[in-house]
T-cell receptor, first 111, second 115 residues
Framework: TQLLEQSPQFLSIQEGENLTVYCNSSSVFSSLQWYRQEPGEGPVLLVT?????EVKKLKRLTFQFGDARKDSSLHITAAQPGDTGLYLCAAFTSGTYKYIFGTGTRLKVLA | NAGVMQNPRHLVRRRGQEARLRCSPM?????VYWYRQLPEEGLKFMVY????????ESGMPKERFSAEFPKEGPSILRIQQVVRGDSAAYFC?????????????FGSGTRLTVV
């Protein structure tokens, strides 16, 4: 079974702090996506990473795909209360069309 | 069509009743996916449908659950004889083609509460 494990599971930080969320697997993925989900809403796509070692920036968010395409990280600089939400990584399982989600990281940024 | 539309947003059912959840995909999209999310958890794949076909239902319980995506109209996820354990948020996503690189567009979900 291909799994995406995220860490930490919960994170509560003060506004202005930096943080990193990890998404790990023993499987190799052709691409990986990161989503943010706010309470009462569906997940919203943030970014797709495709190439091993790729780094993408989205304002204060930096996404990295591991060299072996088995893991990814999301780094937030100077977190703001608006960053609060559930962060999910997701990927297609190899050789199938089944799309799996990570276990999720619930972030709370305190003003 | 602004996006993937799900209704109702909230649904309350007594144990033993039937729940019908609807999903209208984005215009032109012929691939629909259903996911279930329990409180404080990630999303679990249930079923993948194309128009008039079930492609993969391996994530859907064999009993009481069924899904369809007819030629005309929305996709329907049907839960018969609901139990308290069915209480969850059910999300639908759609895509034009298999989105290997682009991920999915999700609806806002239906929150089912079984009392």
């Amino acid at each position: 079974t291909q799994l995406l494990e995220q860490s930490p599971q919960f994170l509560s930080i003060q506004e202005g702090e930096n943080l990193t969320v990890y998404c790990n697997s023993s499987s190799v993925f052709s691409s990986l996506q990161w989503y943010r989900q706010e309470p009462g809403e569906g997940p919203v796509l943030l970014v797709t990473v495709v190439t091993g070692g790729e780094v993408k920036k989205l304002k204060r968010l930096t996404f990295q795909f591991g060299d072996a395409r088995k893991d990814s990280s999301l780094h937030i600089t100077a977190a703001q209360p608006g960053d609060t939400g559930l962060y999910l990584c997701a990927a297609f399982t190899s050789g199938t069309y089944k799309y799996i989600f990570g276990t999720g990281t619930r972030l709370k940024v305190l003003a | 069509n602004a996006g993937v539309m799900q209704n109702p947003r909230h649904l309350v059912r007594r144990r033993g009743q039937e729940a019908r959840l609807r999903c209208s995909p984005m215009k032109g999209h012929s691939h629909v996916y259903w996911y279930r999310q329990l409180p404080e958890e990630g999303l679990k794949f249930m079923v993948y449908l194309q128009k008039e076909n079930i492609i993969d239902e391996s994530g859907m319980p064999k009993e009481r659950f069924s899904a369809e995506f007819p030629k005309e109209g929305p996709s329907i996820l049907r839960i018969q004889q609901v139990v308290r354990g069915d209480s969850a948020a059910y999300f639908c996503a759609s895509s034009l083609v298999q989105p290997w690189r682009d991920g999915y567009t999700f609806g806002s979900g239906t929150r089912l509460t079984v009392v």
